[in-house]
């Protein structure tokens, strides 16, 4: 166990330089008593770099059928106690339209990997969203290049494709009949076709170490990910994984932490399954250096039903509950909501 002044001298090197080596990160991310220090250091940073402005991004879940089979997810191909569902293009068009009536300057496009959702016919929905000047993020899974190409002229601007771990057996344990490969060069092409690109780490798959999870953040850190996703695993009893344990809070937040300081400008979000979890997580994943939430937009029964994991919170809300409870939630912080769609500003346009 490395002593308290160890401790210090490595969050203050990650605080001023932003580097870590694969030991020193993976030192922090297994010690508790480096917790508290570390969500102060990642605070005091995303202040500095991003500013005090909380980032509301409207998530529309618009389908939550799947053609892949991921031991995990609520939403696998081979749950057959899922209610399945799928809007239509005009129903999503509605709710991006109520997203930005409640302020929201972007909206989040997310589903399993329904194909049903041509390139084309996804890229028809993007273009009416753009219209309302509404930033879009997609979140829909593995296609290929030349799909991710025709999204981003349609006008996407960003696309969330989490990894969830870097470890490449793991990894292939529990996606079965999926490549990481693949995943990387999904990773890469979104890169090279200007997207911002999000991923992120999905803690305690079972087989997951505090060596793999620092390994996940230096990928991160070379990816030069824009924003990067981290939720603890919540065992859903309808997946292989259901007796498996809950991923660790702390650990994940700690994660988080080092991830700020790591990518000083990245956008990252404080997400559902951390007050799913522990009663005002967000709040608390706010302060160890998260800048952005995700309120569900979607309405009525497609949000139960789009069940990735149990327990989720806010099912029953209207999304102008939630944009209503965020709000004040966020100002009682001493924090406020942006009013810009929150792109990455990077360190060179940055006056540090």
Request: charged share 30%; aromatic share 6%.
């Amino acid at each position: 166990m490395p002593n308290e002044e160890k401790i210090l001298q490595l969050i203050a090197k990650a605080e001023q330089e932003h580097t870590l080596k694969k030991e020193e990160l993976t030192c922090l991310l297994a010690s508790s008593q480096a917790e508290e220090p570390l969500a102060a250091a990642a605070d005091h940073v995303r202040q500095k770099f991003v500013g005090d402005g909380v980032h509301l991004r409207g998530l529309i879940e618009f389908s939550n059928i799947c053609r892949q089979d991921c031991m995990y997810c609520g939403l696998r191909r081979d749950n057959q106690r899922l209610e399945r569902y799928r809007l239509g293009a005009d129903e999503i068009v509605g709710l991006a339209e109520k997203a930005k009536g409640d302020g929201y300057h972007t909206v989040v496009l997310q589903s399993g990997e329904d194909m049903y959702f041509t390139a084309e016919r996804l890229a028809g929905i993007i273009r009416r969203i753009k219209a309302l000047d509404l930033a879009v993020t997609l979140s829909v899974g593995e296609r290929s290049f030349d799909e991710y190409r025709l999204w981003r002229e349609a006008g996407a601007d960003r696309y969330l494709l989490r990894i969830e771990t870097t470890d490449r057996e793991v990894y292939e344990k529990f996606d079965p009949g999926m490549s990481y490969d693949n995943r990387v060069r999904c990773l890469r092409d979104l890169r090279t076709l200007g997207y911002e690109v999000g991923t992120g780490t999905l803690v305690g798959l079972p087989g997951q170490t505090p060596v793999s999870i620092a390994e996940d953040i230096l990928f991160y850190q070379k990816l030069d990910a824009d924003m990067v996703g981290i939720g603890p695993l919540i065992p859903n009893p309808d997946t292989p994984l259901g007796s498996a344990p809950k991923g660790d809070f702390h650990l994940t937040r700690r994660m988080v932490s080092l991830l700020r300081l790591l990518l000083p400008e990245a956008n990252i979000p404080a997400t559902t399954a951390m007050e799913t979890m522990v009663p005002h997580g967000r709040e608390l994943i706010l302060a160890s250096g998260a800048n952005v939430v995700m309120p569900n937009v979607t309405e009525g029964d497609s949000r139960r039903k789009y069940a990735l994991y149990p327990g989720k919170i806010c099912v029953a809300d209207t999304p102008a509950q939630c944009r209503r409870c965020m709000g004040g939630r966020i100002k009682a912080m001493g924090r406020f909501i942006a009013e810009d769609k929150g792109f990455r500003k990077h360190r060179r346009d940055l006056s540090i």
